[in-house]
């Protein structure tokens, strides 16, 4: 366990040393578009081990592997035609595809917690698009917050979560996209297994047919979707146009209040927004939070779904 967390910044010299990190089994936190991931080399167990605990996540929840491009992706999963024009319409982007894992592909089966399938994507984001490059093997990384918690989207929600548990943090400033990759299961017919930052419209435009969408607790759906998740520490109240005294209001469209996901009611925006504002009212730490509805399509699905779960009875 490391003493301090190292600060890296994302120049010829951040790189080497964040690559050399990884290549002894140590974790690096770095950004991709969507929010910071936790990263420590896939192939490695002691690496992988080192990532649930560090979170404090439970052993049967995947993790997702990040590769450089679609020919590496294809060293670790058996490809399909579906996944061929998803990857080409939507990689590198916010989009993780669960396909059956190779067989002898070299991951640690801790990654995948012994399932036959594997979470992969192809992160659009250059700092870790060119770790990737230096590293030069697969990285598996989970959300950079202990277990529950809000997702970061800077490098300072990092490290304000785990700090000294971790090697180092790569900064690459403020996350663009704000909310985590669509994940989208491929092993038996496309379904949708958790809604993210590319919008359910864009993949049924490009596979030609809807979508089926399972909610959390099915069986199919990804199995990290626990019911609590992304909590501040405060309790959260959705749907709100009306909000009781004592409240802080967390906004969206035109309403008078402190904290505004998007004035203008512009959907990528707020969920570029939400973990932000969300790790602010924590930070601030009084009183209940109330949030304004947001309508259910586009992002609003991936961005709904995250407050569904911060709203949701905590499970601890
Ligand atoms: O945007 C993202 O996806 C970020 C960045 C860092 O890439 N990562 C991320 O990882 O959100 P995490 O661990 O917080 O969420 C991964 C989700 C979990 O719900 C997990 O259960 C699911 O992916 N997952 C991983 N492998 C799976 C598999 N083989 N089958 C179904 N779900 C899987
Ligand atoms: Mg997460």
Avoid at 3 to 23: C, H, N, W, Y
Wanted: hydrophobic fraction near 40%.
């Amino acid at each position: 366990m490391p003493q301090s967390t190292q600060i890296l910044m994302p120049d010829a010299d951040g790189f080497e040393v964040a690559s050399r990190i990884l290549k002894s089994g140590g974790l690096v936190a770095f950004p991709t578009e969507t929010v910071y991931g936790l990263g420590g080399d896939a192939r490695n167990d002691h690496a992988v081990a080192r990532i649930f605990e560090a979170k404090g996540r439970p052993r049967f929840n995947p993790l997702i592997v990040h590769v450089p491009d679609v020919e590496t992706a294809r060293n670790y999963v058996e490809w399909t035609d579906d996944a061929d024009r998803l990857a080409s319409a939507f990689w590198p982007g916010p989009l993780t595809m669960v396909l059956p894992l190779k067989p002898g592909a070299g991951l640690s089966p801790l990654v995948t917690a012994d399932l036959p399938t594997v979470a992969i994507r192809v992160p659009a984001h250059p700092v870790a698009r060119e770790l990737l490059q230096t590293f030069g093997g697969p990285v598996a990384a989970p959300s950079a917050n202990p277990s529950g918690r809000i997702s970061p989207t800077e490098a300072a929600h990092v490290a304000a979560g785990l700090s000294g548990r971790i090697e180092a943090i790569l900064d690459g400033g403020a996350c663009d996209v704000g909310v985590e990759s669509t994940i989208l299961g491929l092993a038996d017919g496309p379904t949708l297994l958790r809604p993210g930052g590319l919008p359910q419209e864009a993949l049924e435009e490009a596979l030609h047919q809807p979508l089926t969408r399972h909610g959390a607790g099915d069986p199919h759906t990804a199995p990290g979707q626990m019911t609590s998740h992304y909590a501040p520490g405060a309790p959260v109240r959705l749907n709100v146009t009306d909000p009781r005294p004592g409240e802080r209001l967390l906004g969206f469209g035109p309403v008078e209040c402190e904290l505004n996901l998007s004035y203008a009611g512009d959907m990528t925006e707020a969920a570029a927004n939400l973990f932000h504002h969300l790790h602010a009212l924590d930070a601030e730490g009084e009183g209940p939070i109330a949030v304004s509805p947001i309508p259910e399509t586009g992002l609003g699905l991936a961005i709904n779904d995250r407050l569904r779960r911060a709203a949701a009875p905590r499970e601890t």
